[in-house]
């Protein structure tokens, strides 16, 4: 490559004071951080599916979580470790997403991309939005049926009852449509950001590769219908 | 056949630019794209008005110097192939054709359709290249290379350096070629001994001078030399490995 160049000529927007953080950096922490999220978002769908099971499994198993190694950890003690790695790892996600967003912005210039119609560039593209979308819903869910604060949480909200606030939250059709959407758009971002992830870690083996893309795609689909299925059910009337 | 040619037109950096409509008649599907522009260009001389500025060289796909974005795409509708491969046959008789310079925060244009991407030559500047003596060339097999991988750095080396990965990804990401560039040293023994200190530096200069991958790979369907997404992953494999190790090599 030649032609018209000046090659000593700075042709990048002058370096701004940036904070000291690599893309390196920051794309390493989304992975991580991301893939702590997609672990934690599978193994929670498979626990929701403890519904099926009825009334009495479901509040024990709720139950349970709170006691696990529960000699060797305090009440709710593994429980709350998990919430610390979860919380911390929710601002470095969001924190280093809206950074490399911003980064991206100023490198493109003046001048959009347009006409993306592959499915992927698609999915690459809503990452910002369908990340906001998550987090709203994760704010809401946790009010909803963790907290129990009014009107995030249904009037018949009563603490240690897991199976019957599931149940009295779906039961209103505009909550449980929101969390059908929110299924959809995680089902997006779980996709891609596990794909993306593989890439961010540096799979370059052909089987490797392979691998990712399908645990990507099947994940995210497991995560939606598991979890989708609950307030369809709900709605229906087959669980009460 | 006839065609419309919406071409961006632009004095110098400093000035704003804008599109002009341009009516190419007596030209046919054979023509390559930049053989169109050719043609254009005389029309406009034998007029009396300025040329199009536009780069090209080898007319064969094998330097990388042209580069134009058609319709939004770098390079144009044929996927995979650079501007001077590009044929009017992939346009319809009468249809209008936007033609514009590749577009990213690191290739401020210079004129017209042409675009200054030395920020490219500072990410080799920075690392993509051999410095340890190797001597004279060895014996065939003194130094056993399997066919596989002597394959393969050849497919990575295949980087003509067009820049159309960077025009064509939202981020403004140089990550294709980047990877292309560290990746087919890495793959080799005596290249390889500086992998370490390579990715440091590829990574710093592509970082200063170009956006975050966020794995768009719209990269790899606009790049003339067939790179594929994994480079992308082995750039950063080599980061990685540069990090966890902190050595030269
Ligand atoms: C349970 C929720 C979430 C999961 C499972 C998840 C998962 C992931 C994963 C695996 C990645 C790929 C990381 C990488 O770039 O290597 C990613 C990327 C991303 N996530 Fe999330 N995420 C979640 C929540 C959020 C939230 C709340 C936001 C809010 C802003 C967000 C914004 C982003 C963005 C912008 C990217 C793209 C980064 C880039 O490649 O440029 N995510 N996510
Ligand atoms: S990786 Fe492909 S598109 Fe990018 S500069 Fe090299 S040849 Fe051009
Ligand atoms: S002019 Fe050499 S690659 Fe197009």
């Not at chain 1, 963790?146 to 604060?149: E, I, K, M, Q």
């Given at each position: 490559m030649t032609a018209t160049i000046q090659r000593k000529q700075r042709t990048s927007a002058p370096p701004r004071t940036r904070l000291p953080v690599s893309n390196f950096a920051a794309k390493t922490t989304m992975a991580v951080t991301g893939l702590i999220f997609v672990g934690f978002v599978f193994v929670h769908m498979y626990g929701n599916l403890h519904i099926f099971r009825g009334q009495e499994e479901f509040d024990h198993y709720a139950h349970w979580l709170r006691e696990i190694l529960m000699p060797l950890m305090p009440y709710a003690g593994v429980l709350w470790v998990l919430r610390v790695v979860l919380l911390i790892s929710l601002v470095l996600h969001v924190g280093c997403g809206l950074l490399l967003w911003t980064r991206a912005r100023r490198a493109r210039g003046p001048f959009k991309r347009t006409g993306l119609r592959r499915g992927d560039a698609l999915m690459a593209r809503s990452m910002l939005g369908t990340g906001l979308v998550i987090l709203l819903f994760v704010i809401f869910h946790i009010l909803d049926l963790?907290?129990?604060?009014q009107p995030a949480a249904s009037g018949a909200f009563e603490s240690g009852s897991a199976y019957a606030n599931l149940v009295a939250s779906f039961q209103r059709p505009v909550v449980a449509l929101f969390y059908m959407l929110t299924m959809l758009v995680l089902t997006v971002h779980v996709a891609h950001g596990t794909w993306t992830a593989a890439n961010d870690l540096g799979a370059t083996g052909r089987r490797l590769r392979q691998l990712a893309a399908w645990v990507a795609g099947l994940v995210a689909i497991a995560i939606c219908l598991g979890n989708i299925s609950i307030p369809v059910l709900v709605l229906l009337g087959v669980i009460q | 056949m006839k065609l419309t040619l919406k071409v961006w037109r632009q004095e110098s950096g400093a000035e704003e630019g804008h599109f002009e409509e341009y009516l190419l008649e007596e030209v046919g599907p054979e023509f390559s794209l930049l053989e169109a522009l050719d043609k254009l260009n005389d029309d406009l001389v034998a007029r009396g008005e300025e040329p199009i500025a536009f780069d090209s060289d080898c007319r064969e796909g094998i330097c990388g110097a042209c580069g134009v974005t058609v319709d939004g795409t770098p390079h144009g509708?044929?996927?995979?192939?650079?501007s001077c491969r590009q044929?009017?046959?992939?346009?319809?008789?009468?249809a209008t054709v936007q033609l514009e310079p590749f577009r990213s925060g690191a290739f401020p244009v210079v004129k017209d359709l042409a675009v200054n991407r030395s920020a490219l030559d500072r990410v080799i500047g920075a690392g993509g290249f051999v410095s340890t003596s190797v001597g004279t060339a060895p014996d065939a097999d003194a130094i056993p290379v399997t066919h596989e991988a002597a394959e393969w750095a050849l497919d990575l080396a295949?980087?003509?350096?067009?820049g159309a990965c960077v025009a064509a990804c939202p981020n403004g990401s140089a990550q294709l070629f980047a990877g292309s560039k560290t990746m087919h040293l890495a793959t080799l023994p005596s290249s390889s001994k500086e992998r370490g200190r390579r990715a440091k530096g590829i990574t710093r200069a592509a970082e200063e001078e170009f956006g975050p991958c966020s794995v768009y790979g719209e990269c790899a369907e606009v790049c003339p030399a067939g790179i594929p997404l994994t480079a992308i992953a082995g750039l950063n494999k080599e980061k990685l490995r540069q990090v966890l190790r902190n050595k030269d090599d």
């Open positions: 963790t907290l129990g604060v | 509708p044929q996927k995979n192939t650079p044929h009017l046959r992939s346009f319809e008789d009468g295949a980087c003509i350096g067009c």
